[in-house]
C-alpha cells in the first residue's frame, strides 16, 4: 500500500467513525437503556428517548417513528424490527367543556399513556404500529402492515388492521423443544399455558381466520 492511499484510507476511517460519533454513538446515551449488542439505523424520530429501551442482540430499522413522552417503550432480547416502525405510548383524553387539543399532558390521569413491550425473539415487519399498552408476546411474528392495538399471545403470527393472530410459529410442543435449547427451566412456559392459547387463539377461531386470509 502506498503512503498516498494509506492517507487516503485513514481519512476514510476518520470520516467514518466522525459519522458514527455523530449520529450514532451520541444519541446512544440519550435512550432509557441501550445494550452494547443492541443498534438502530437512522432515520430515526424518538420523543421521549429517555423512554426506549433496546436490550441485547436487538435492532430497529430506519424510518421508523417512536412516541414515548410520558410511558415506556420496550425492546428485549433478540429481536428484530424492520423499516417503518411506529410507536405511540400516548392517549389524548376528554374533558367535558375543553377542545382535545387544549388538553397539557400533565392533566392527564397517571394510566393514560401505558407502556409498549416487545419480548425477547420477536420479529417485526415492515411499517408496522404498536399502540398504547400493547406486548407483543416473545417469539412472535407481527406482519408487515400490522395495526397491533392488542397485546398478542407468545409464538404467536398477526397480521392485519386490527392486527389479529392468524397461527403459531410452533406448536405447543415444538415451543416446548425450542425452550429447553434457549431458556432456563424457570424461564420457560409450561405446556398446558401454550395448549391454553393455541387453542383460543387458532383451533377455535380456524373458521374466522381461514374467512380474514381469503
Same mark, same amino acid.
Given at each position: 500500500?502506498?503512503?498516498?492511499?494509506?492517507?487516503?484510507?485513514?481519512?476514510?476511517?476518520?470520516?467514518?467513525?466522525?459519522?458514527?460519533?455523530?449520529?450514532?454513538?451520541?444519541?446512544?446515551?440519550?435512550?432509557?437503556?441501550?445494550?452494547?449488542?443492541?443498534?438502530?439505523?437512522?432515520?430515526?424520530?424518538?420523543?421521549?428517548?429517555?423512554?426506549?429501551?433496546?436490550?441485547?442482540?436487538?435492532?430497529?430499522?430506519?424510518?421508523?417513528?417512536?412516541?414515548?413522552?410520558?410511558?415506556?417503550?420496550?425492546?428485549?432480547?433478540?429481536?428484530?424490527?424492520?423499516?417503518?416502525?411506529?410507536?405511540?405510548?400516548?392517549?389524548?383524553?376528554?374533558?367535558?367543556?375543553?377542545?382535545?387539543?387544549?388538553?397539557?399532558?400533565?392533566?392527564?390521569?397517571?394510566?393514560?399513556?401505558?407502556?409498549?413491550?416487545?419480548?425477547?425473539?420477536?420479529?417485526?415487519?415492515?411499517?408496522?404500529?404498536?399502540?398504547?399498552?400493547?406486548? =407483543?408476546?416473545?417469539?412472535?411474528?407481527?406482519?408487515?402492515?400490522?395495526?397491533?392495538?392488542?397485546?398478542?399471545?407468545?409464538?404467536?403470527?398477526?397480521?392485519?388492521?386490527?392486527?389479529?393472530?392468524?397461527?403459531?410459529?410452533?406448536?405447543?410442543?415444538?415451543?416446548?423443544?425450542?425452550?429447553?435449547?434457549?431458556?432456563?427451566?424457570?424461564?420457560?412456559?409450561?405446556?398446558?399455558?401454550?395448549?391454553?392459547?393455541?387453542?383460543?387463539?387458532?383451533?377455535?377461531? =380456524?373458521?374466522?381466520?381461514?374467512?380474514?386470509?381469503?
Amino acid at each position: 500500500m502506498t503512503i498516498y492511499n494509506r492517507f487516503k484510507r485513514n481519512d476514510f476511517l476518520s470520516a467514518l467513525r466522525s459519522i458514527y460519533l455523530r449520529y450514532f454513538a451520541v444519541k446512544r446515551k440519550k435512550f432509557g437503556y441501550i445494550h452494547p449488542t443492541a443498534w438502530f439505523r437512522q432515520p430515526i424520530l424518538v420523543k421521549g428517548i429517555n423512554n426506549v429501551y433496546l436490550h441485547e442482540n436487538s435492532s430497529i430499522l430506519g424510518n421508523a417513528q417512536i412516541l414515548t413522552i410520558l410511558a415506556k417503550f420496550i425492546v428485549k432480547k433478540n429481536t428484530g424490527i424492520a423499516e417503518g416502525l411506529t410507536v405511540v405510548t400516548g392517549n389524548h383524553i376528554n374533558i367535558i367543556g375543553r377542545f382535545y387539543r387544549t388538553i397539557k399532558d400533565s392533566e392527564k390521569p397517571a394510566n393514560a399513556d401505558k407502556d409498549v413491550i416487545v419480548e425477547e425473539d420477536v420479529w417485526i415487519g415492515v411499517n408496522v404500529t404498536l399502540l398504547s399498552g400493547v406486548t =407483543i408476546g416473545r417469539g412472535s411474528i407481527v406482519g408487515a402492515g400490522s395495526v397491533c392495538r392488542f397485546s398478542v399471545p407468545p409464538y404467536s403470527i398477526v397480521a392485519g388492521n386490527p392486527a389479529k393472530v392468524i397461527g403459531f410459529k410452533f406448536t405447543p410442543t415444538q415451543i416446548i423443544e425450542h425452550e429447553k435449547a434457549l431458556y432456563p427451566e424457570n424461564e420457560r412456559f409450561s405446556l398446558e399455558f401454550l395448549k391454553d392459547n393455541y387453542n383460543k387463539y387458532y383451533v377455535k377461531r =380456524i373458521k374466522e381466520i381461514v374467512a380474514f386470509l381469503k
